[in-house]
């Protein structure tokens, strides 16, 4: 479970680079209520929980997706193959100077995009908390990336600690946003994209230990089991 944990926040920690270039102008004009300081802190707070929530939300749902229609044997070795598809996924988008590219031109999506702005016009930490759960709701390669990898951890509970703990670790990132805008300029945001391609190697390296390990475990177990 540490593991997993564990996982989960460094693949959001290293990956908010991508939220910065991505959702940062969303952060960088929150309608912050109030003008010191604490408010700041606190509307900026208000406004990632509602991020995470969603994120949360994501992770009930592909858990018991999850659960449904993935036999427990089969678990270990999709993570494997998943690690593996997204090492090859990095390899293409590294050498071939592909980027990811989302599509979002569904009603949907339009619906979401007219309600943020709605939001946007009147300051209170009710709106602030909606804007960040909407914002969990926008096309994001990153949090589907997230949500293929809480797919391989095997329970729904799981699913949502791994994608409550990927929130979590975009926090820090997400959070200085609103104190530092001004130091990240279009031409940097565009930079801090570029290193998207390498959180999907990380994740899939982890993913492929994580079924490793796991599998070598449940072999244990079995063998133990055998013995008795």
Not at 54 to 60: D, M, N
């Amino acid at each position: 479970m540490t593991w997993l944990l564990l996982s989960a926040w460094v693949m959001g920690f290293v990956g908010s680079t991508h939220c910065i270039g991505m959702c940062g102008p969303l952060a960088m004009s929150l309608p912050i209520v109030g003008n010191s300081t604490f408010d700041r802190l606190f509307s900026a707070l208000v406004y990632n929980l509602g991020r995470i929530t969603t994120y949360a939300f994501y992770g009930s749902l592909i858990g018991i997706t999850q659960t449904l229609f993935v036999p427990f044997v089969f678990q270990h070795e999709l993570s494997i193959i998943m690690g593996i598809l997204l090492i090859l996924l990095s390899l293409y988008f590294i050498f071939f100077q592909k980027t990811v590219r989302v599509f979002n031109n569904n009603k949907f999506y339009q619906w979401v995009t007219k309600t943020l702005g709605v939001l946007y016009q009147k300051s209170s930490l009710q709106n602030i908390f909606l804007i960040g759960t909407l914002n969990g709701l926008l096309p994001c390669g990153l949090v589907y990336l997230a949500l293929a990898s809480a797919f391989a951890t095997g329970t729904a509970f799981k699913s949502i600690l791994f994608m409550s703990f990927f929130g979590l670790g975009t926090l820090p990132a997400m959070w200085s946003m609103v104190f530092f805008a001004n130091y990240f300029s279009p031409m940097i945001r565009s930079y801090l994209r570029k290193v998207y391609p390498f959180i999907f190697a990380i994740t899939g390296i982890m993913l492929i230990v994580r079924g490793m390990t796991n599998a070598h475990d449940l072999h244990d177990t079995i063998q133990t089991a055998c013995r008795k």
